[in-house]
């Protein structure tokens, strides 16, 4: 059985992209019905899967497709992680996208491209070797393309001509890396890093530089982050899904991997790779911040904003400190919660009644009170506020840079948790106490369709105060991270 439900995982939104790709839209109905009911099914099996990983007991499936190359999927902690939130948000995020886009055209397409999205970052996930996780971090690039370009106006070709350029260019660099390192050490699994000590450290230090920057691409870490700010033409789901659980996070998520995976804290520390990632991930956190301040359009607010907290999970794993890596294997999760319900928020807010703009959102409060309410608290949380989840990151990240004896982590953490502010509070105090000025007044619940575009957002918030408020629970996203650390799988 333990050896089938990593495939299951694999083929459940398969299926789901055949059926909304076959569907004409007359059936748009029994589209979204299986997508809701394979959404649900998948988060099922993450249920089992969280009771086997807890146990101890082993979770893959392996084919040789070519000598000396297998195709390897394996459910360990941190796949499991990283896989429980994707499937979470992927079940949120459908019925959200079901409300959004209503009849509107192209939805066949649509779906089944966001099917096959789904199943790419569940793969990279669940890869258990660099291979592997190369084929599912390049069917998400090619996934993620069609979504970007939904609307089919110049904008939306120009944002995907862009994507691809900086995605493809890191793709490369990461595939030769790959290549490289296996060249030497042969096969490369996500288990026991490979034994590294016959390589030269130039050699090393420069398959890491590849690796790290061709994942760096999608994590948008300085000055690779250009292309993101760009995709916010796609439609706000795409959006959600970008910066929540797809792209960005399977670029952190490979920098993880790299780290602790394949090189191991002892090479990494032995060849001082850490303090400059470390450094990059900082200068990605304040610029970010500071070019969010300077956005005027309430979606490039929020991709800069997305710049800079995807950073706190790199920050983390490069300080390999206990208390750090769990700050920022815990902030995968924090900031996905978080972010995906800043993004419905703004998507809501856009459909029904025209917001676009920083100016555009005075007095929306009095207009949809639950819509904005879900903001406020997303917002406070990626501000730092205790006891919501992005406090809980930030506390276990500032902790960890003096464990390592980087104390200007805290600086930095505390200077980006000001701009934090000085870009989120201004769009509280207008939605909440300015007078509404100009544009469309609604009733926020005026059909079921209305429920179905807020509703989503409501859950996601409830959830930052949740992972917050039971931080010390052995299941919540801390209490998960913190397994991985003390288990030893990244020590």
Not at 13 to 38: G, K, M, Q, T
Request: net charge positive.
């Amino acid at each position: 059985m333990n050896a089938l439900v990593p495939l299951l995982l694999m083929f459940l939104p398969l299926i789901a992209a055949v059926i909304s790709f076959a569907l004409p839209e007359r059936l748009a109905v029994w589209r979204n019905a299986f997508n809701i009911l394979f959404a649900f099914v998948k988060l099922l099996l993450i249920g089992y899967l969280l009771r086997e990983v807890e146990a101890g007991r082993s979770v893959e499936w392996r084919y040789e497709f070519l000598p000396g190359h297998d195709f390897l999927l394996r459910v360990d902690s941190l796949a499991l992680l990283f896989v429980t939130l994707s499937v979470f948000l992927w079940l949120i995020t459908t019925i959200y996208a079901i409300a959004y886009f209503g009849r509107g055209p192209n939805l066949a397409r649509f779906f089944g491209f966001f099917n096959l999205c789904v199943l790419a970052a569940t793969g990279v996930a669940i890869s258990g070797t660099a291979i592997t996780f190369f084929l599912f971090y390049e069917l998400l690039t090619l996934a993620t393309w069609p979504l970007i370009v939904h609307r089919g106006d110049e904008k939306s070709l120009r944002a995907g001509r862009i994507y691809l350029t900086y995605t493809l260019a890191g793709s490369a660099a990461l595939l030769a890396g790959i290549l490289w390192l296996k060249a030497l050490v042969g096969p490369i699994e996500f288990t026991v890093p490979p034994d590294l000590g016959e390589v030269s450290p130039i050699a090393l230090t420069l398959i890491f530089i590849l690796c790290v920057g061709g994942l760096g691409v999608k994590a948008a870490l300085v000055p690779f982050h250009g292309w993101l700010p760009e995709a916010m033409a796609a439609p706000a789901p795409v959006s959600a899904l970008l910066h929540a659980v797809a792209v960005v996070k399977a670029g952190a998520f490979g920098i993880v991997r790299i780290i602790y995976d394949v090189y191991g804290v002892d090479t990494v520390a032995a060849l001082n790779l850490g303090l400059p990632l470390a450094a990059l991930a900082s200068v990605t956190i304040l610029y970010g911040s500071l070019r969010a301040l300077m956005q005027s359009d309430l979606k490039r607010r929020l991709a800069y904003s997305t710049v800079s907290q995807v950073s706190y999970i790199i920050l983390g794993a490069s300080l390999v400190g206990p208390y750090a890596v769990i700050g920022g294997l815990v902030h995968l999760v924090h900031q996905g919660v978080m972010k995906i319900t800043l993004f419905m928020c703004a998507g809501a807010l856009a459909n029904r009644m025209g917001i676009k703009t920083i100016a555009d959102i005075n007095g929306a409060g009095r207009s949809m009170p639950v819509t904005m309410f879900a903001f406020t608290i997303a917002a406070l949380g990626m501000i730092g506020f205790p006891p919501l989840a992005g406090f809980i990151s930030k506390w276990y990240l500032g902790t960890g840079g003096l464990q390592s004896g980087a104390p200007w982590v805290v600086a930095v953490l505390a200077a980006s948790s000001l701009l934090n502010a000085a870009y989120f509070l201004p769009l509280i105090f207008r939605a909440w106490l300015l007078p509404r000025t100009a544009g469309t007044t609604v009733r926020e619940f005026a059909s079921a369709e209305d429920w179905m575009l807020v509703l989503p957002a409501a859950v996601t918030a409830a959830l930052c105060v949740a992972v917050g408020v039971m931080a010390a629970w052995a299941f919540s996203p801390l209490g998960w991270a913190t397994r991985i650390a003390e288990t030893g799988y990244l020590q």
